[in-house]
């Protein structure tokens, strides 16, 4: 595959005999003054190898690009769906108080209806009530004429007396004020009657009216009321949903950390029984206490691998650093994770206590998922973990397990990082938990192929008998360097 590129940039050369580094600064391969027949083949074989590392750099940072920008595109979807998820709900609450606007507005019609009929009857009663009194000024009238015929019957009737003629005449004027009185009195109770009918109409009328006004009045403050209320329900509903979302949030961070609670309880529970079932007087190394070891656990933490396969991750981790002797003087830890960038987790040098180990590695959280670039894993560990500056220590051997489930992406540039740590002394485990595990990869990874080890399942992580394995591989290394 780098057949093309080393015959074109023969080509180049033999024409040109310069090749620009990346600040673009010409170096000469060979005196340009002279005209020799091909250019010097170290410093060409110099120049593919920086030009083929350089490949390597601008092919990482591609990657590397590429999953942001489906990150970034992922994160816009999501902010999308919530966007229209949100307008979703307006719109359904926009309907429910159309609804009920429409409801309201029927109701206020229907009493704006009652309203005008009320009026329509206020009026009629008031034109009874008019014509009523008309009819008692006509009564009263009458009653006039009627008292002023009776005054002038009494007249003539005292003319009468006084005459002592006619008594015939007289009985029958007589008579006729009797009828004339009864009469009157007559009309005059009818008329009574009917302005006191017309009157109680016209009381209920006005109570009716007080009614209708007062119903009036009340449903314009129920509408008032239920539109503030339905104002306060929205409110209500986004602060509620606000709420809910914590409380999510907050039940999902008290779930996980009541899982790692007990697998942390369920891994020490289980290591202990390990140890007791391991403490029968016998010791896994000879002055494995004076080797010690400078020990870094690379773990994969790429999108494949998941929460709770992770979480099996750090339990494994959590065994094997209980054989461990945990001292400034003895054992040093260090983890770093990794998937499309790498993660420092802690230093060699940053617990140097078991307790304090235990709890770090618990702590330990799967929050960088993406894709499983080793290199890049294997690269930051050479560079910051096996220094001095970082607790690296002389003398003492330095170890590198990672533990991963799949084969890396670009293994070549895996294959070239972990030389660089062998060269450095550092021996280097791989345990692949995968049905799939590409073990030939690897093979170019690990320091040999006894420091290869192939896992079927995540689970198989929990086999005591692994780890006691795998623990006196960890303290050959101090063997050999005793050797």
Do not use: W
């Amino acid at each position: 595959m780098d057949f093309i590129p080393r015959v074109f940039l023969l080509t180049v050369l033999t024409r040109y005999g310069v090749i620009c580094n990346q600040h673009n600064h010409k170096r000469f391969l060979f005196d340009p003054t002279s005209v020799p027949s091909t250019p010097d083949p170290t410093f060409l074989t110099a120049e593919l190898k920086y030009l083929h590392e350089q490949l390597h750099d601008l092919s990482d940072k591609n990657i590397e690009l590429t999953v942001r920008n489906s990150l970034l595109s992922s994160e816009l979807q999501h902010q999308k769906d919530f966007v229209q998820t949100l307008k979703t709900n307006i719109t359904k609450l926009e309907s429910t108080y159309s609804k009920e606007k429409v409801v309201l507005n029927d109701k206020i019609h229907e009493l704006q209806t009652k309203v005008n009929e009320s009026n329509s009857l206020a009026i009629q009663l008031t034109n009874n009530l008019t014509s009523c009194a008309l009819q008692r000024r006509q009564l009263e009238e009458a009653v006039n004429i009627s008292s002023t015929k009776i005054n002038l019957l009494e007249k003539q009737l005292n003319d009468s007396l006084v005459n002592q003629s006619h008594d015939a005449r007289v009985v029958e004027l007589q008579l006729n004020i009797s009828r004339i009185q009864h009469d009157c009195a007559h009309q005059n109770i009818t008329s009574v009657d009917k302005i006191n009918l017309l009157q109680a109409q016209l009381n209920r009328s006005t109570s009716l009216i007080g009614k209708l006004e007062a119903n009036l009045t009340t449903c314009t403050k129920s509408n008032d009321q239920t539109e503030a209320a339905l104002n306060v329900s929205r409110e209500r509903n986004q602060l509620l949903e606000t709420q809910l979302n914590g409380t999510r949030k907050e039940l999902n961070i008290r779930n996980s950390d009541l899982d790692q609670c007990q697998r942390t309880a369920l891994a020490m529970s289980s290591n202990i029984a390990n140890l007791q079932s391991l403490s029968n007087g016998s010791t896994l190394c000879p002055n494995y206490e004076v080797c010690g070891l400078d020990l870094v656990f690379l773990v994969d933490e790429s999108g494949s691998v998941g929460t709770d396969h992770f979480q099996m991750l750090k339990d494994f981790i959590f065994k094997i650093i209980q054989f461990l002797n945990i001292d400034p003087h003895t054992d040093q830890v260090g983890v770093v994770t990794y998937s499309t960038t790498p993660q420092l987790e802690f230093y060699l040098d940053t617990y140097p206590q078991q307790l304090y180990l235990y709890e770090a590695v618990q702590n330990i959280s799967f929050n960088h998922p993406g894709l499983t670039l080793t290199s890049r894993g294997l690269r930051f560990v050479r560079e910051n973990l096996f220094n001095g500056t970082n607790g690296d220590r002389t003398g003492h051997p330095n170890v590198l397990v990672l533990l991963t489930d799949g084969t890396p992406i670009l293994p070549s540039h895996a294959s070239l990082e972990a030389e660089k740590l062998k060269n450095q002394s550092v021996d280097i485990f791989v345990i692949g938990i995968s049905k799939e595990f590409n073990r030939q990869i690897n093979l170019d990874i690990a320091t040999d192929s006894s420091h290869v080890q192939s896992i079927a399942d995540f689970g198989s992580l929990d086999n005591p008998t692994l780890v006691r394995d795998f623990v006196r591989k960890l303290m050959k290394v101090c063997t050999n360097i005793k050797s």
